[in-house]
């Protein structure tokens, strides 16, 4: 029995299997014993994910995930003022959301390990560099002090809930020129060094929901394990 | 409804989320419309994986998988008088087994495209450097002359059986020093480039098999698409 990892959120999910992302890792990590799927949504905050949130589920079956990681909020900490006001989100109604979105994740999937991960650190210069739709305010349409409002508020959100939390927020900003290293030059989006620290967050997280690759099994014999005297035995049901 | 795309073949499978694999750059290419599931069997021949297929894909939904890749015959085409013996299958017995392996996945999955794809290319230096399981006799446990015949041989049955073919070792062999652009210094695996190639291949394949990009809709709206001013509508059932 193969159980899936699902990996629910914006962009950041979206590209995680672009070069040396942390989906990727993941699908590589658990080649043998789990299946990765992703549902990421660039650019959604988490209202609109919180209304789709079912619908994006829909194909997966109803057993067999055991785990899901929810990572939302960089969205929801653009400016109301901003470019990219159309995505602002209130801090109130993004906590309730996150809930609402964990509370359908839980309802299908009962025995799954829900992970949280709050939205990553942003670099306002790269935001000043990669301005949102052109815009030529030269102001940043987000912010690092904001996001982290957002960022403690869904560490917040998880504990209330009972439910595991990656930091990566605060993960992140404990290494000096994290700015550069792990964000991509629009300050917002992860390099590869980013998404393998995140990878590693992950593995962890999933290590204590009893998920770590000693625990689960190979779906089929390893190589390295059969008799070359005496192969096929090992593949006969 | 989003499809699924099956990967089902031995270690050039199973490492196929590494860095740069092909098979982290297809579930990329198709992120917001199909998903991609592993199921790679490093050490694999088709005698084996003849005797699996069916547990393998055991936990695969009945519907929705809209395309199958079937890459075996690197590892039947072990030498059988040579350190890696114990992988070695006929020739007649490969094709054997690949017709009831895509039986297998024909009878699971009627509707989906069933993609063979050939062994790629061998570079015996490569093999004398990595010898297999410690090997001392300085002789390649595979040569890329017999791997060819495994090739023709998986293109033959492809062409019989009316399925969509990527003959790889062909293709790699027709860009000068292929041996160690596309092959890792083992002679075997696949480097970034080699992935990328094999990627592309797929790619094409897929869109002739009526799955290209243009035509599998995103399973929910995307953010460039909808008006700012009215968000909310779209995403509301």
């Not at 508020?153 to 930091?167: F, M, N, P, T, Y």
């Not at 390099?191 to 290590?207: D, I, K, S």
Request: with cysteine.
């Amino acid at each position: 029995m193969r159980p899936s990892i699902v990996l629910f959120g914006d962009s950041i999910t979206e590209e995680s299997f672009g070069e040396g992302g942390w989906g990727a890792h993941l699908a590589n990590h658990y080649s043998r014993s789990a299946d990765v799927v992703l549902r990421g949504y660039s650019g959604y905050n988490t209202r609109w994910a919180s209304l789709v949130a079912g619908r994006a589920i829909a194909t997966l079956p109803r057993s067999a995930v055991a785990a899901v990681t929810v990572l939302f909020g960089a969205n929801d900490a653009s400016l109301p003022d901003r470019a990219s006001s159309f995505q602002h989100v209130p801090l109130p109604e993004y906590k309730d959301n996150l809930r609402a979105i964990c509370a359908v994740l839980r309802t299908r999937w009962p025995s799954a390990a829900v992970i949280l991960i709050t939205p990553p650190p942003v670099d306002e210069r790269g935001r000043v560099r990669y301005p949102y739709g052109g815009d030529v305010s030269g102001l940043p349409e987000r912010t690092n002090e904001v996001t982290g409002r957002y960022a403690r508020a869904c560490v917040e959100v998880a504990k209330q809930s009972g439910l595991r939390i990656i930091d990566i927020w605060s993960r992140m900003q404990k290494f000096p020129g994290w700015e550069t290293s792990f964000l991509r030059d629009d300050g917002l989006h992860l390099t590869p060094l980013g998404n393998r620290l995140l990878f590693e967050e992950v593995v962890f997280a999933l290590r204590d929901a009893n998920l770590s690759l000693e625990v689960l099994p190979a779906d089929l014999p390893l190589c390295s394990d059969i008799d070359p005297n005496d192969a096929v035995k090992y593949f006969q049901e």
